[in-house]
T-cell receptor, first 114, second 114 residues
Framework: DGGITQSPKYLFRKEGQNVTLSCEQN?????MYWYRQDPGQGLRLIYY???????QKGDIAEGYSVSREKKESFPLTVTSAQKNPTAFYLC?????????????FGSGTRLTVV | AQSVTQLGSHVSVSEGALVLLRCNYS??????LFWYVQYPNQGLQLLLK??????LVKGINGFEAEFKKSETSFHLTKPSAHMSDAAEYFC????????????FGAGTILRVKS
């Protein structure tokens, strides 16, 4: 079955470390997204990519970086510049500029700073 | 900026009672509208969506929502709550001219009492 795979499910980071969250999809979707979820704040867009080798900042991109070298993959790096990285991170994909299908979400990665 | 307001961060109903989760959006032009459900430590699953056409939309698990342009609302309902409906529910919109980027409300946690 097609879907989105996020790994790892749980991740622990020490202060000052960079960590990378994986997101892979086999839906043949063009667009991919990263959201951050904090209690009571809904989901906030970090980065998104419409096509390979191209991506744009979302609303809260500071302290994060991404790459899109393959259509199937959209990894997110949480850098040491992100001062409050503890959160639940969700990756999603969609058919690109076709706006009425909504997104397919992965099962998320919970990142905790220790 | 486009915003989505979900009235009530927590809603509690008895099993078998009506479920009503409220969502209002801020836009003079109707956006595309979505409801998603999230179970603990999981990704989001699409319940239903409104793009064009009939304003009463039926989704999965017995949920439905009605788009009311005059009230800028898209409230989610279910006639009879089941214990398995306990989850967090998110209203989301794709504003006109915003490409295909979803904007989420803060979420409503639904508790179902036996």
């Amino acid at each position: 079955d097609g879907g989105i795979t996020q790994s790892p499910k749980y991740l622990f980071r020490k202060e000052g470390q960079n960590v990378t969250l994986s997101c892979e999809q086999n839906l043949n979707h063009d667009a991919m997204y990263w959201y951050r979820q904090d209690p009571g704040q809904g989901l906030r867009l970090i980065y998104y990519s419409q096509i390979v080798n191209d991506f744009q900042k979302g609303d809260i991109a500071e302290g994060y970086s991404v790459s899109r070298e393959k259509k199937e993959s959209f990894p997110l790096t949480v850098t040491s510049a992100q001062k409050n990285p503890t959160a639940f991170y969700l990756c999603a994909s969609s058919l690109g500029m076709v706006t009425n299908y909504g997104y397919t979400f992965g099962s998320g990665t919970r990142l905790t700073v220790v | 900026a486009q915003s989505v307001t979900q009235l009530g961060s927590h809603v509690s109903v008895s099993e078998g009672a009506l479920v009503l989760l409220r969502c209002n959006y801020s836009s003079s032009v109707p956006p595309y509208l979505f409801w998603y459900v999230q179970y603990p430590n999981q990704g989001l699953q699409l319940l239903l969506k409104y793009t064009t056409g009939a304003t009463l939309v039926k989704g999965i698990n017995g949920f439905e929502a009605e788009f009311k342009k005059s009230e800028t609302s898209f409230h989610l309902t279910k006639p009879s709550a089941h214990m398995s409906d306990a989850a967090e529910y998110f209203c989301a919109v794709i504003p006109p001219g915003y490409g295909n980027k979803l904007v989420f409300g803060a979420g409503t946690i639904l508790r179902v009492k036996s």
